[in-house]
T-cell receptor
Framework: ETGVTQTPRHLVMGMTNKKSLKCEQH?????MYWYKQSAKKPLELMFV???????ENNSVPSRFSPECPNSSHLFLHLHTLQPEDSALYLC????????????FGPGTRLTVL | QKEVEQNSGPLSVPEGAIASLNCTYSDRVSQSFFWYRQYSGKSPELIMS????GDKEDGRFTAQLNKASQYVSLLIRDSQPSDSATYLC?????????????FGRGTQLTVWP
């Protein structure tokens, strides 16, 4: 396993629930990312944080709200999700938000009922 | 035009053979290129990165990059059943999209004993 951890690993929620995904990296990196992986589709970048600042929002609906309190922690707050939001949500980190290698956490398997 | 294209496969090779995985990308100014391996139900694991034209070898893996042809490949020598997975090609375009990785849909590889 990599030095990127995610909790919870599995999450089932109703459309009216509010939940949060947590990611922590122990690699000393300065950039963190949220990706969504749905069946039959390529990995989709959602958000990029570089030195705690959001540098990219890939047209993600507002029902997904990221938070990056420091370079080691990243959250994804979820509210009023839709069934089509069911997917594997992956966190990644890299030394800096440049053309360098990204390392993924184990992911959170989200099911929206 | 898709940013990163891969043959979806499945690619099936016998144990001990060479598996050849291919990837093309659309943006000529792309800077860095990565191969990830993803086992079913798991997150992507970085196995190779390549930044300049030519070959890069790491154990049984060789990445080949040809920027003029916008083509990157991964060769797996002496394939083992444990290599059976989906292989994702990822490209960093640099510039204003620095830090963003564009992923292909992945090629499913099966190595049979």
């Amino acid at each position: 396993e990599t030095g990127v951890t995610q909790t919870p690993r599995h999450l089932v929620m109703g459309m009216t629930n509010k939940k949060s995904l947590k990611c922590e990296q122990h690699l000393g990196h300065n950039a963190m990312y949220w990706y969504k992986q749905s069946a039959k589709k390529p990995l989709e970048l959602m958000f990029v944080y570089n030195f705690k600042e959001q540098t990219e929002n890939n047209s993600v609906p507002s029902r997904f709200s990221p938070e990056c309190p420091n370079s080691s922690h990243l959250f994804l707050h979820l509210h009023t999700l839709q069934p089509e939001d069911s997917a594997l949500y992956l966190c990644a980190s890299s030394p800096a938000g440049g053309p360098d290698e990204q390392f993924f956490g184990p992911g959170t398997r989200l099911t929206v009922l | 035009q898709k940013e990163v294209e891969q043959n979806s496969g499945p690619l099936s090779v016998p144990e001990g053979a060479i598996a050849s995985l291919n990837c093309t990308y659309s943006d000529r100014v792309s800077q860095s290129f990565f191969w990830y391996r993803q086992y079913s139900g798991k997150s992507p694991e970085l196995i190779m990165s390549i930044y300049s034209n030519g070959d890069k070898e790491d154990g049984r893996f060789t990445a080949q990059l040809n920027k003029a042809s916008q083509y990157v490949s991964l060769l797996i020598r002496d394939s083992q059943p444990s290599d059976s997975a989906t292989y994702l090609c990822a490209v960093n375009r640099g510039g204003s999209t620095l830090g963003r990785l564009y992923f292909g849909r992945g090629t499913q590889l099966t190595v049979w004993p």
